[in-house]
């Protein structure tokens, strides 16, 4: 599942280390990918926190590209995703942000103590359009996905058809009943679909989930699983 910290302007303030690591080991779920909207720095406090709870936290991205549609980075490690992190930051647009309106963005240590609020417009478009998020993505040795197509700011909700560059790179569905549209949108293109909570709230882990098949929690393996090589996969959860 891909989930999203207080550092992104639309998730509740209390997605604090412990607050998802208590939901988390309530629900036995022991991998997760930590994707905040246009930012990484994050990430290696809830990779600490989590990890002493035997919890493996994969570093991610979510980008908002400038057609306002979601794609995620997972990334093998915490230095990757803190450079891609960089280059989206250095994308972002330059207009004020006011915490009240646009939400708070706040950094956290491993203990949940607010260590800065954060004032970049996280909850604003990118100027990176899909196709150079994706190349973004992959120049950092990650995997591209693109977030909950059929929600808001999804892609077949915002561009209502599977562009042709993006054909290959999986699709996260949040309800599983909606797998079944993913035929009307891309026709006998094969595509590996993902399921994912989305989680901005602790309420919401565990609502959409997956198995991974594999030998081992890392990235490589994930990347085998979700292209079933190797004799890993992926199965969704109902």
């Given at each position: 599942?891909h989930?999203h910290?207080?550092l992104?302007p639309c998730?509740?303030i209390?997605?604090?280390p412990?607050a998802v690591?208590e939901?988390l080991?309530?629900?036995g779920i022991?991998?997760?990918?930590?994707?905040d909207?246009?930012?990484?720095?994050n990430?290696?406090?809830?990779q600490?926190?989590?990890?002493?709870?035997?919890?493996k936290?994969m570093?991610?991205i979510e980008i908002q590209?400038?057609?306002?549609?979601?794609?995620?980075?997972?990334?093998p490690?915490?230095?990757a995703?803190?450079s891609?992190?960089?280059?989206?930051e250095?994308?972002l647009?330059?207009?004020?942000?006011?915490?009240?309106?646009?939400?708070?963005?706040?950094?956290?240590?491993?203990h949940?103590a607010f260590l800065?609020v954060?004032?970049l417009?996280f909850?604003?478009?990118t100027?990176?359009d899909?196709?150079?998020t994706?190349?973004?993505?992959?120049?950092?040795?990650?995997?591209?996905v693109?977030a909950?197509?059929f929600?808001?700011?999804?892609l077949?909700?915002?561009m209502g058809?599977?562009?042709?560059s993006a054909?290959?790179i999986?699709l996260?569905?949040?309800?599983?009943?909606?797998r079944?549209?993913?035929?009307r949108?891309?026709?006998?293109v094969?595509v590996?679909?993902?399921s994912?909570?989305?989680?901005?709230?602790?309420?919401?882990l565990?609502e959409a989930?997956?198995?991974?098949c594999?030998?081992?929690?890392n990235?490589?393996e994930f990347?085998k699983a979700i292209?079933t090589q190797?004799g890993?996969?992926?199965?969704?959860?109902l």
């Amino acid at each position: 599942m891909h989930i999203h910290t207080c550092l992104s302007p639309c998730a509740d303030i209390t997605m604090t280390p412990s607050a998802v690591c208590e939901r988390l080991v309530r629900y036995g779920i022991d991998w997760i990918a930590l994707a905040d909207h246009n930012s990484t720095r994050n990430v290696r406090a809830f990779q600490r926190a989590l990890g002493r709870n035997g919890i493996k936290v994969m570093p991610g991205i979510e980008i908002q590209t400038r057609e306002d549609v979601h794609i995620l980075g997972y990334f093998p490690d915490a230095q990757a995703a803190e450079s891609a992190g960089g280059e989206v930051e250095r994308c972002l647009p330059n207009v004020p942000v006011d915490p009240e309106r646009d939400g708070y963005s706040l950094l956290v240590d491993e203990h949940d103590a607010f260590l800065e609020v954060v004032a970049l417009p996280f909850g604003f478009p990118t100027s990176l359009d899909i196709d150079e998020t994706v190349r973004l993505i992959r120049s950092y040795g990650g995997q591209p996905v693109f977030a909950h197509v059929f929600r808001n700011l999804g892609l077949f909700t915002q561009m209502g058809l599977l562009p042709e560059s993006a054909r290959g790179i999986p699709l996260e569905v949040y309800l599983l009943e909606k797998r079944a549209l993913v035929q009307r949108f891309c026709g006998t293109v094969p595509v590996t679909i993902l399921s994912s909570s989305d989680a901005h709230s602790p309420e919401a882990l565990g609502e959409a989930r997956m198995e991974i098949c594999c030998e081992s929690r890392n990235f490589s393996e994930f990347v085998k699983a979700i292209h079933t090589q190797e004799g890993r996969s992926v199965r969704l959860c109902l």
